[in-house]
């Protein structure tokens, strides 16, 4: 059975194609009025008598000026309403669920906070906004759920984020949308949307790998990352408690925001924005530590940040550790 | 048969004989032959790879060539097809031929130029050719960047190396139009007496002359980067894959106007003749040429939605890009306008006309679906783009160009086309086209993502109509090709003007003498007075 319509399995789903539909309205409507005229004229003034030359008809400038009008007051419906869409699309909301993606030539990696790992699949649950932060190891990729109608590239040496509430239960396709060499047709996978409780006994059905915040944290161990970046900020270089999220002074006097992209940096071009007051002594870690290393370390040290209203770090015992 | 009444005259193709009088001809008219015979052999190359690529998708599980084979077929198909067919096409071709006819002049202002403006397509077209034999290149036209500089085992170096020659080509074209159109029109051609396919083709060379560099520095810098290593592009040698993305579409953005506008000036042409009126709003049609020349040049960006680029800068570029929506309506508008009260016949060429409106109108209008940057997120870089820009530039430029050469094939060859066979042709391409490419939109919202060789079977269905749409399209582009080349040896004897259109093009023999006029013509009148050709309108009816 061929489909003719994409389901509807997100929360942008409809809003895309409710935009859709106004578009089709419109073009439709543009479309008969262009060959109904064009069809009438052809036959009404269809050539008659030999010889014959017709009257000009002068220019209409009132005409003109409503033909150029009235289409771009459309237009700019469309553009207000597909902003709107794409706005939304760019703000995750605050209690996203968040899950780490790397792409690769030919195969989507996904880390679950929790520790879960899958290749070309990922588990999610109904009903919950997730967040998706996701880098390349080599060449661009897009991930794409045509159910979803949401895509975002995934270039190496950034992180770009995409996000979504799934609202039906069901399997859909995941497409990597960007040409990436040869096998780019075979770099698909599916997502699966479960119930909340089918999703909890997924996450504990699986091998435990320990949280992805556990395993940043034995990283930032293996590295001897806590021989500088001391917890009580004593260290050659500055704590790492409580950064994540904040502004940050640079040594150029710039400010900048701690976020992912920022860490990401940090660890791989540490030369690129130094915090004042500190010297640039550390080493790259670029091809020490993977992309999936990477986001684990990202999501350690966005442990070491209270949440907003708790108050306390989440993890004390590891600042202990760590400072010890 | 007539034939030895036309030969004693002599004209552009008698006055001399020889390949050297071929190859080293300044004759604009000759060099645009020149450019006829190496496109339509770009255009066979890129269509024999059109059939592979749909045949191998009518099954889902990519059984007729390997992903390898295949991803070379699309990339060389794209580079082909756009930078050794449809950028020459319409004004290398049509415009070489009669810009300088339609304005009074004897030939283009650098007539040396013009010769080698050919050989760097054809060197170019060679060294594209020589990648392509020697191996191939699968980066896609568009040649991505970390893959295209860092990852690709293919031919790049030389494919690249033979668009940016024959870039030159096409820069040198632009300026020989422009300074053509600014110094040489005859007495009394003013600006507005101009025909619209001459104001079409002066922003067209504008859009070439300034965006055409930006192509070729782009290409550089893959250079530099493929061979010397130096990080511009791959985040591993710190550069930026994005920045790629920018360059290259900040040129390949106004290269589909450089492909869309020669088009519609085509169009201007044959629906004035066709009903014997003067275009309706012939300034707002000729302003809305420059309009679309200098708004192309600002909205790249809607390329780059998803890339990562601000959310912000793709809302700017989502706003720009409407404002070039308006100009295009306009012509639209004004061509269904000038029916209006006209005396309409449905010669050839006409039947192009109409079907490139109808196509351009669907191809125009989900312009709009995928400058709404909430439609476009899920349908970029599925069949749906695919769909929108075939229409677009085969809907639209190749309608264009093949209604173009059927009008103006009784000038270029002093033979009329056989017209049965060529409005049978005309019904099989837009039949075919519309099979081809409309399924695709469809293909495009459920999902089929571009550039797949393998694909969920879901999607077979669409697919094999597309395909079945291609091979009737194949058989729509066979016969002009038969017909037209026996219409050289057989064809009807066409006179002067045999549709009692009003261009100065037709006001001197067919083929036209070497220097184009026996005495300049002055021009005493705007471009579609009909009232200048009475005597003309009587013969032919």
């Given at each position: 059975?061929?489909?003719?319509?994409?389901?509807?399995?997100?929360?942008?789903?409809?809003?895309?194609?409710?935009?859709?539909?106004?578009?089709?309205?419109?073009?439709?409507?543009?479309?008969?009025?262009?060959?109904?005229?064009?069809?009438?004229?052809?036959?009404?003034?269809?050539?008659?008598?030999?010889?014959?030359?017709?009257?000009?008809?002068?220019?209409?400038?009132?005409?003109?000026?409503?033909?150029?009008?009235?289409?771009?007051?459309?237009?700019?419906?469309?553009?207000?309403?597909?902003?709107?869409?794409?706005?939304?699309?760019?703000?995750?909301?605050?209690?996203?669920?968040?899950?780490?993606v790397v792409g690769k030539q030919w195969m989507w990696k996904?880390?679950?906070?929790?520790?879960?790992?899958?290749?070309?699949?990922?588990?999610?649950?109904?009903?919950?906004?997730?967040?998706?932060?996701m880098t390349s190891e080599d060449v661009i990729h897009s991930f794409f759920?045509?159910?979803?109608?949401?895509k975002e590239d995934v270039v190496p040496g950034r992180y770009s984020?995409?996000?979504?509430?799934?609202?039906?239960?069901?399997?859909?396709?995941?497409f990597c949308a960007e040409y990436c060499g040869t096998k780019h047709s075979g770099m698909t996978?599916?997502?699966?949307?479960?119930?909340?409780?089918?999703?909890?006994?997924?996450?504990?059905?699986?091998?435990?790998?320990?949280?992805?915040?556990?395993?940043?944290?034995?990283?930032?161990?293996?590295?001897?990352?806590?021989?500088?970046?001391?917890?009580?900020?004593?260290?050659?270089?500055?704590?790492?408690?409580?950064?994540?999220?904040?502004?940050?002074?640079?040594?150029?006097?710039?400010?900048?925001?701690?976020?992912?992209?920022?860490?990401?940096?940090?660890?791989?071009?540490?030369?690129?924005?130094?915090?004042?007051?500190?010297?640039?002594?550390?080493?790259?870690?670029?091809?020490?530590?993977t992309e999936?290393?990477?986001?684990?370390?990202?999501?350690?040290?966005?442990?070491?940040?209270?949440?907003?209203?708790?108050?306390?770090?989440?993890?004390?015992?590891?600042?202990?550790?760590?400072?010890? | 048969?007539?034939?030895?009444?036309?030969?004693?005259?002599?004209?552009?193709?008698?006055?001399?004989?020889?390949?050297?009088?071929?190859?080293?001809?300044?004759?604009?008219?000759?060099?645009?032959?020149?450019?006829?015979?190496?496109?339509?052999?770009?255009?066979?190359?890129?269509?024999?790879?059109?059939?592979?690529?749909?045949?191998?998708?009518?099954?889902?599980?990519?059984?007729?060539?390997?992903s390898e084979?295949?991803n070379?077929?699309f990339t060389?198909?794209?580079?082909?097809?756009?930078?050794?067919?449809?950028?020459?096409?319409?004004?290398?071709?049509?415009?070489?031929?009669?810009?300088?006819?339609?304005?009074?002049?004897?030939?283009?202002?650098?007539?040396?130029?013009?010769?080698?403006?050919?050989?760097?397509?054809?060197?170019?077209?060679?060294?594209?050719?020589?990648?392509?034999?020697?191996?191939?290149v699968d980066t896609g036209w568009t040649f991505y960047t970390p893959y295209s500089t860092s990852y690709s085992n293919t031919?790049v170096?030389?494919?690249?190396?033979?668009?940016?020659?024959?870039?030159?080509?096409?820069?040198?074209?632009?300026?020989?139009?422009?300074?053509?159109?600014?110094?040489?029109?005859?007495?009394?051609?003013?600006?507005?007496?101009?025909?619209?396919?001459?104001?079409?083709?002066?922003?067209?060379?504008?859009?070439?002359?300034?965006?055409?560099?930006?192509?070729?520095?782009?290409?550089?810098?893959i250079?530099?980067e493929r061979?010397?290593h130096?990080g511009i592009f791959d985040p591993a040698l710190g550069g930026d894959p994005v920045l790629f993305q920018?360059?290259f579409?900040?040129?390949?953005?106004?290269?589909?106007?450089?492909?869309?506008?020669?088009?519609?000036?085509?169009?201007?042409?044959?629906?004035?003749?066709?009903?014997?009126?003067?275009?309706?709003?012939?300034?707002?049609?000729?302003?809305?040429?420059?309009?679309?020349?200098?708004?192309?040049?600002?909205?790249?960006?809607?390329?780059l939605?998803v890339s990562t680029?601000?959310?912000?800068?793709?809302?700017?570029?989502?706003?720009?890009?409407?404002?070039?929506?308006?100009?295009?309506?306009?012509?639209?508008?004004?061509?269904?306008?000038?029916?209006?009260?006209?005396?309409?016949?449905?010669?050839?060429?006409?039947?192009?006309?109409?079907?490139?409106?109808?196509?351009?109108?669907?191809?125009?209008?989900?312009?709009?679906?995928?400058?709404?940057?909430?439609?476009?997120?899920?349908?970029?870089d599925?069949?749906?783009?695919?769909?929108?820009?075939?229409?677009?530039?085969?809907?639209?430029?190749?309608?264009?160009?093949?209604?173009?050469?059927?009008?103006?094939?009784?000038?270029?060859?002093?033979?009329?086309?056989?017209?049965?066979?060529?409005?049978?042709?005309?019904?099989?391409?837009?039949?075919?086209?519309?099979?081809?490419?409309?399924?695709?939109?469809?293909?495009?919202?459920?999902?089929?993502p571009r550039r797949y060789h393998?694909?969920?079977?879901?999607?077979?269905?669409?697919?094999?109509?597309?395909?079945?749409?291609?091979?009737?399209?194949?058989?729509?582009?066979?016969?002009?090709?038969?017909?037209?080349?026996?219409?050289?040896?057989?064809?009807?004897?066409?006179?002067?003007?045999?549709?009692?259109?009003?261009?100065?093009?037709?006001?001197?023999?067919?083929?036209?003498?070497?220097?184009?006029?026996?005495?300049?013509?002055?021009?005493?009148?705007?471009?579609?007075?009909?009232?200048?050709?009475?005597?003309?309108?009587?013969?032919?009816?």
């Amino acid at each position: 059975m061929t489909p003719l319509f994409p389901v509807q399995a997100s929360n942008f789903a409809p809003e895309v194609d409710h935009l859709l539909f106004y578009l089709l309205a419109v073009s439709v409507c543009f479309t008969v009025v262009i060959f109904a005229a064009i069809f009438f004229f052809a036959i009404r003034y269809r050539r008659k008598a030999p010889g014959e030359v017709p009257h000009a008809v002068h220019t209409g400038i009132a005409l003109e000026i409503a033909w150029m009008v009235i289409p771009f007051g459309l237009t700019m419906v469309m553009f207000g309403w597909g902003a709107s869409i794409f706005f939304k699309e760019s703000r995750p909301p605050d209690n996203a669920m968040n899950i780490y993606v790397v792409g690769k030539q030919w195969m989507w990696k996904i880390q679950h906070a929790e520790g879960q790992r899958e290749i070309n699949e990922l588990h999610v649950p109904v009903g919950r906004p997730i967040r998706l932060t996701m880098t390349s190891e080599d060449v661009i990729h897009s991930f794409f759920v045509p159910a979803f109608r949401t895509k975002e590239d995934v270039v190496p040496g950034r992180y770009s984020t995409t996000w979504w509430t799934p609202t039906k239960v069901g399997k859909y396709h995941l497409f990597c949308a960007e040409y990436c060499g040869t096998k780019h047709s075979g770099m698909t996978g599916w997502i699966y949307v479960m119930e909340p409780g089918d999703y909890q006994a997924w996450l504990n059905g699986g091998r435990s790998f320990g949280s992805l915040a556990e395993n940043g944290e034995k990283l930032f161990q293996d590295l001897a990352c806590g021989n500088c970046h001391k917890m009580d900020g004593s260290g050659r270089c500055p704590t790492l408690v409580g950064l994540f999220g904040r502004p940050v002074q640079l040594a150029t006097g710039q400010t900048v925001t701690a976020d992912e992209g920022y860490i990401r940096e940090s660890i791989l071009q540490p030369d690129a924005k130094v915090v004042a007051g500190y010297q640039p002594l550390m080493p790259t870690f670029q091809g020490l530590v993977t992309e999936e290393g990477v986001l684990q370390l990202v999501e350690y040290i966005k442990s070491l940040t209270p949440k907003p209203g708790s108050g306390t770090t989440t993890t004390p015992a590891e600042i202990n550790s760590e400072t010890h | 048969m007539t034939t030895a009444a036309v030969q004693e005259r002599e004209n552009y193709l008698n006055a001399s004989y020889g390949i050297k009088s071929w190859l080293l001809t300044k004759d604009h008219k000759r060099i645009a032959l020149l450019y006829l015979f190496t496109i339509t052999l770009f255009f066979a190359l890129g269509g024999v790879m059109a059939s592979l690529i749909r045949i191998e998708l009518l099954t889902p599980q990519g059984g007729l060539v390997s992903s390898e084979t295949y991803n070379k077929l699309f990339t060389m198909h794209g580079v082909i097809m756009i930078f050794f067919f449809l950028i020459p096409s319409i004004p290398a071709v049509l415009g070489n031929f009669l810009l300088p006819l339609m304005i009074g002049a004897r030939d283009l202002a650098f007539p040396r130029i013009n010769l080698l403006s050919w050989y760097l397509l054809v060197v170019g077209g060679a060294l594209a050719l020589f990648a392509m034999f020697a191996g191939g290149v699968d980066t896609g036209w568009t040649f991505y960047t970390p893959y295209s500089t860092s990852y690709s085992n293919t031919w790049v170096i030389a494919t690249a190396l033979g668009i940016f020659v024959a870039g030159f080509s096409s820069i040198l074209t632009g300026l020989n139009f422009v300074v053509t159109v600014h110094r040489m029109r005859a007495p009394g051609m003013t600006w507005f007496r101009m025909p619209l396919f001459v104001w079409a083709h002066y922003a067209t060379a504008l859009i070439q002359i300034l965006g055409t560099p930006v192509l070729a520095v782009t290409l550089l810098l893959i250079f530099c980067e493929r061979v010397f290593h130096i990080g511009i592009f791959d985040p591993a040698l710190g550069g930026d894959p994005v920045l790629f993305q920018h360059l290259f579409w900040f040129y390949s953005h106004p290269a589909v106007y450089i492909m869309i506008l020669p088009a519609m000036g085509v169009i201007s042409e044959l629906v004035s003749t066709f009903s014997r009126k003067p275009i309706f709003g012939y300034g707002f049609v000729a302003f809305s040429s420059m309009a679309i020349a200098v708004l192309g040049f600002l909205v790249w960006g809607h390329h780059l939605f998803v890339s990562t680029q601000s959310v912000y800068a793709g809302m700017v570029f989502s706003f720009l890009s409407y404002f070039v929506a308006i100009p295009s309506a306009v012509k639209v508008f004004n061509w269904t306008a000038t029916l209006y009260k006209g005396s309409i016949s449905f010669e050839t060429p006409m039947l192009y006309a109409f079907g490139f409106i109808g196509l351009f109108t669907i191809g125009g209008l989900t312009g709009l679906f995928v400058a709404s940057l909430g439609i476009d997120v899920h349908v970029t870089d599925t069949y749906f783009v695919v769909a929108h820009f075939h229409y677009i530039m085969v809907g639209g430029a190749i309608m264009g160009y093949l209604g173009g050469l059927h009008f103006w094939w009784p000038k270029i060859t002093g033979r009329m086309y056989p017209e049965g066979w060529a409005r049978l042709s005309a019904l099989i391409i837009f039949l075919g086209f519309n099979l081809t490419f409309f399924p695709q939109f469809i293909l495009g919202y459920l999902g089929m993502p571009r550039r797949y060789h393998v694909y969920s079977p879901e999607f077979q269905v669409l697919h094999v109509l597309s395909t079945a749409g291609a091979s009737v399209l194949a058989v729509g582009y066979l016969l002009p090709l038969i017909y037209f080349t026996w219409s050289l040896r057989y064809g009807k004897v066409a006179g002067a003007n045999p549709w009692a259109a009003t261009g100065l093009e037709w006001k001197t023999p067919s083929p036209p003498p070497v220097h184009n006029f026996d005495e300049i013509p002055v021009v005493t009148h705007g471009a579609y007075d009909y009232s200048t050709v009475a005597g003309e309108v009587m013969q032919v009816g």
